[in-house]
């Protein structure tokens, strides 16, 4: 089944082109892409993701607030009684930042010269190794 | 368009195939090109050789000319450099006002001559740093400004009649216009002489950055009154400053740039005529702004282009008779997009690079990026480099004692008239889809973005375009470090109790009547800047009047595009 | 109209229903237990079903956000399944719809879900239906269907919607023309957006002497959907028909019928002509054994012999 994915475009800024392109080449790439619009508080990003079921979020920011919405998505997933959905992000990050994204739960961060091949393997990756689809297969499956 | 006293350049032709013959074919046959096909940045191919041949249709005093004279191809001025050198002219802004004005003095006290104002994100869509949409951005990508006393602030011990100040912001322009005269007016400056620019291009917002509060519509109004008052009241003020730097950061073609900031640029000028305000009168203080990319031939005749476009378009279709409005004068800066993360001292060669493509284009003021671009907002060493690189072209290469000393190449006069060409197919399919903002309405320009940013993209992933460092030649080794900007953390938190502090020295009944005389306004068709600046000097904030005038106007929701 | 207050639905309960609706979609469950992890639903009726279609740039998702933001002001809480067209080659899809009605994201009454149109041609996705069965069952009053409005007559939506609107724009009065034929086998209701460009009068007399021409009596009505002009009209006629919505479950039935025909003869085709003997013709018009147009008859054959004569 294709993987389904939330484009997710937080803050202010309206820098929309990596988020389209990335939207596009997973398309290409044979995955389901929501795309949120730009300006979305982390509410309505969860919001967005509960609704859509996605497998994976990817918030892409590049204004210099991830240490504030990475945190709070994370926090509101876990709130919605949530807790399989892959969160991943790109743009500009600072290398500094990494590390504590990722003990937050963050699980793949791509900086601004990842390729879109780069970007598919990784959520092909991230969903394999955390993602739900498999669990809830065979969750279906056994109950059937 | 064939000249009859010039000779038919048979005698080229035919030299030209007899080198293709006796020359070229032997050579390749042992030797292939490594291409197929060499392509612009923008996709346009490339002729192996450009020759007189190429530019016979082109007529030197109809299409290119004197600088000076329209149509301005070879530059706005008569003397240009020799005069004196373009403004330098680094954007800065973070943190508090406080702040940013530490950072403006410094690059005053290391030979800049003008000043250019980032705002953080909230105060660019109209949010005060203590709404809750604003938390994580306040001060962080430029200046937090929510009141006429964050503006004093800014610009504290800066003579504002002495050095020019560009301000960059659109949705909520005509607000920071309105505190920008207030400041002015409170220590004690003479509107007349001031002179500076701001931003306030709404339509590359629908089109390309995407920052934005109302519907095109009544945000087009808020432009035409802030131009309209300008004019009137600051004769050496910019009130408008076109821009093409956003649309190609979008990932718009070079042609696409200037092609839609034209367009955009003779919607803001019919906007403006209707309020019955004559095309001479105003349209010398129309200004614009380009990116210049990496790709040094293009953008070279990008810029010459653009200027002769904008000349024919003021005199035909407009009827400009002053020459002053047909003359197209820009600001550039290097491109961000061109900047990459990996081996980021690398970025200074592309910013050099782009720069001298500036200034051989015949810019009036720039600005280089930082080689930290791609991974933050920059740190004080890296805009010095940045600075140093502009005093470098400007101090030793000798480009600027002759003024566009790139007239003439065959590639450069051939580039120059097709994009020229290719500009005016556009404006004819813009005209034909009912006009500028029918098709920001109808998603045209954003399709039309989305596919080149798209098409530019796969060029880069099929290796048809490379990044040195990235791309090709790659290093996986730890990434070189740099000392980036730091972000001061406590900012935001001064600035929310500055907020504080301007909202209780305040009078609230004045405030309130103040914004209710703007949404009064608002519904009307009455200027909109009087009110404003009135709403402003009793110190309403930024948000506050954006607000007043949301269930006005509506708010706009963007048709995602891909 | 007395304004109820706005009701609302579980947070815990739209996750479920978002997980129900992708165990359907990709088949993880059947569609008789993929409601089994949500409540019973407590009104006898079952929800009312708008479909909204009509061609690409129309307006159809911001027509949908006005509808949630007139049904929520009536008390109503709203699904809106917003299908979008899957890549046919890559099997990729980008859903965009919900953008347009973001306003609602903080609204508990509202859930959005979009779906890829996946394999199926006619508007929506294969699994449509049942999303709808269990929006209905999670409890939403209304649920509106927008489909993908790729150009052609989306049919299928009358097989799932009790009423169907088709938009339209004046620009784009020469689609009336191209897809005239199916448009009054379909229509509920005609809206005519974006009535403030040059050409809409034009257009809804079009429609109107096309309604009369077929002898039904379908409203042809004018909108703004950017600024709500005319969407009071859109509500008038929907609350209209949903007093009698009954009236169309004969022809939502025929259509349910069809189509359900034809997935099944899809599937049996696709198993012929991925079997082995569908393989070797394939192969030998690789090889150039035999013509393009021998290897079309062959395969023909083949697929209709299985669909028609299976049991």
Redesign the interface.
Known sequence: MPIKVLVAKPGLDGHDRGAKIVARALRDAGMEVVYTGLHQTPEMIVTAAVQEDVDVIGISILSGAHMTVFPKVLKLLGERGVDDIVVIGGGVIQEADGPKLKALGVRELFDSDATTQDLIDGIERVVAEFGRAQKRTDAARSTA | MKMVERETPTGVEAGRDEWEQLTLLPFTARRPERRESFRTLSGTELQRLYTPADIAESDYLRDTGFPGQPPFTRGPYATMYRAQPWTMRQIAGFGTADDTNQRFRYLIAQGQTGISTDFD??T??G?DSDDP?????VG??GVAVDSVDDVLALYKDIDLEKISVSMTINPSAWVVFAMYLVAAEERGFDWKKLSGTIQNDIVK?YIS???WVY?PRPAMRLVRDSIAFSVRHLPHYNPVNVSGYHTR???STAIQEVAFTLAAGAAYVDEVRKLGVGVDEFAPRLSFFFVSQIDFLEEVAKFRAARRIWARMMKDRFGATKPEAMRLRFHTQTAG?SC???EPLNNIARTAIEALAAVLGGTQSLHTNGYDE????PSEPAMKIALRTQQIIAEETGVAGTIDALAGSYAIERLTSDIEAACLEYFAEIDKRGGVVRCIE?NYFQQEI?DA??DL?KRK?RHEWE?VG??KYRDNSA?PHVE?HH?DEAASQRQLEKLAATKARRDEKKVEAALAEVARVAATDENIMPATIEAVRVRATGGEIVNVLRPIF?TY?????? | MAAAAPRTIALVVQRDLARAITAIENGYASASAAGDTLPPRRESAPAYVVGVTGPPGAGKSTLVDRLIESFRSNGDSVAVIAVDPSSPFTHGAVLGDRVRMQRHSGDHGVFIRSMASRESGGGIAPTTHHAIALASRAGFDVVIVETVGVGQVELEVVGVADVVIVVTVPALGDSVQTIKAGLTEIADLFVVNMADRPGANKTSVDLKHMVRESGKSIPVLQTIARDGTGVGEVMAALTESRGHHHTNAARSVRFDVVREVRDRAVRRALDVLDGSRGRSILERLANREMTRAVAREELLDLALEEVIHAD
Do not use: C, H
Request: hydrophobic share 40%.
């Open positions: 994100m909230p660019l869509m949010y949409r604003s938390e994580g951005e962080r990508e917002e950055q995407k920052e519907p950061e979008a990932g997009a990459t993360a990996r791609a991974l933050s907002i109808d989305a940013a798209y993209y992933e990044l990235v791309t990434n980036l972000v509506g929701v963007e048709t995602p595009i891909f």
